[in-house]
């Protein structure tokens, strides 16, 4: 231990996206209160989640992969492009130039961070009360506690013993070259992501899910489509069932049942796990502050304050579980950066809509709770098919269906699930309309100009405005189709 403890009233574990919120939120209470402290404690390498090995990479590998499929798609509109080719190393470089620029951006706060004396290097442990060992060796006391340490891949007990053969979004964008093969476990927005990407990039492809699901998709309409649709192009199997798995020299050996009830025998040269995430929160010693998980392994945090149990200890980002994408991981850095340095006198946050999109080609989203956040039979639906949607069929990207949900007492709109294209787009007016407490008819009321995709969401609100004055609840007339809620 070094002689003398480093000692700060508040203390961030983690320096990504939710540890750089909490620390400018923390700094900017402490600055009221002569002698108050804030030190963010981070092991490296510095730059986030998002900037480093999520957000940013993936969608530049995903603009190359969609400018590629575009080329080989022309034709439909009567111009043929000849020669087309895929320079994987070209691609690869281009995606890890951008993406070390962005995390440039990250390192500039990172250095600002060091000066002011703000930044300890190492991995923390707790304790005991109001204790952190960082690095093994170095003690730090402090009055509360923000962890905001992130989460880690998970993979499968049967996928274990592959380890050379298979790679994680957070090693997958350091490939120096593209395998001639590739297995996708998991069908999140990461595995959809990179999967389609690397499929329109050349490389043999096939993804696996499970239960039935595509993202975060729960509207049973909705979720048939983006099967129907994604099925076309991708091999894609969101049920199988696992046989046997064996490292050959050529890569991996894989025995699995596919959705279609095949059995299938195939080998691939690597294996991208994208099965989820967890937290980090187990191996933090959580149990030296008399803190435990629960029956399923999850830690009671306040989703409002943020605070774990009644101790002075608050999570952010996605350590908490609560809302893994960036701008709610800032938005929790600040709630939890503030109630650390107000403590005792903390205070529940205002929270923005929630808000998710999933970058393949037709793009996901989910709007509010989407389906199933509804209350049960207290909602109508509306709908649009992007069939006949006339923008999307002079694009020729006319795949895909959008559900708006609203309260059927009030005609306030409560969320939506959308699969179509520019979905990114069409989901933030909605959430906007989500946030403002508009009803249907207030929607109505907007400018829609012609002809734009977003004349779609007017065709789904009138639907929906039909549907509230005479249709059944969204959640009853689901289960009489025999669907399920």
Known sequence: ?????????????GAGSAGLSAWR?????????????????????????????????????????????????????GIYAEGVRVEGREVLQRVQRERDRFVG??????????????????????????????????????????????????????FRGIENALITNEDVFELQAFPKSMLVVGLGSIGLELGQ????????????????????????IILEQARET????????????????????????????????????????????AAGRVSSLRRLGLENLGISPDEEGRYGVDPDTLQLGDAPVFVAGDANELHPVLHEAADDGRIAGQNAALFPNIRAAWRRTPLSIVFTDPQIAIVGGGYEGLGDCAASAGEVSFHNQGRARVQGVNAGKVRIYAEQHSGRILGAELFGPGVEHLSHLLAWAVQADMTVDDALGMPFYHPVLEEGIRTALRDLNANLRHGAPIKCAVAEMGVGC
Request: net charge negative.
């Open 105 to 158: 951006f990250v390192l500039d706060v990172i250095e600002d961070a060091k000066s002011a004396g703000e930044i300890i290097e190492g991995s923390a442990r707790i304790v005991g009360p109001g204790r952190l060992v960082v690095g093994g060796e170095t003690e730090v006391h402090y009055n509360r506690l923000v962890i905001a340490t992130g989460s880690t891949p998970i993979v499968p007990l049967p």
């Open 25 to 77: 939120s923390a700094k900017k209470e402490a600055a009221k209160k002569e002698g108050a402290s804030v030190a963010m404690i981070d092991p490296g390498p510095f730059g986030t989640t998002c900037a480093r090995v999520g957000c940013m990479p993936s969608k530049l590998l995903v603009a190359a992969a969609d400018a590629a499929h575009h080329v080989r798609q022309v034709s439909k509109l």
């Open 1 to 13: 231990m070094s002689e003398k403890p480093h000692t700060v009233d508040v203390a961030i574990l």
């Open 197 to 220: 990407a690397f499929h329109r990039l050349g490389i043999r492809t096939t993804l696996l899910g499970i239960e039935g699901l595509i993202g975060p998709l729960t509207d049973p």
């Open 230 to 273: 994604l099925s076309q192009e991708l091999d894609i199997h969101t049920e199988y069932q696992l046989e046997k798995i064996e490292r050959v020299d050529e890569g991996v050996r894989v025995r699995f049942v596919d959705s279609a009830g095949k059995e299938r025998d195939e080998t691939f040269e690597r294996v991208l796990m």
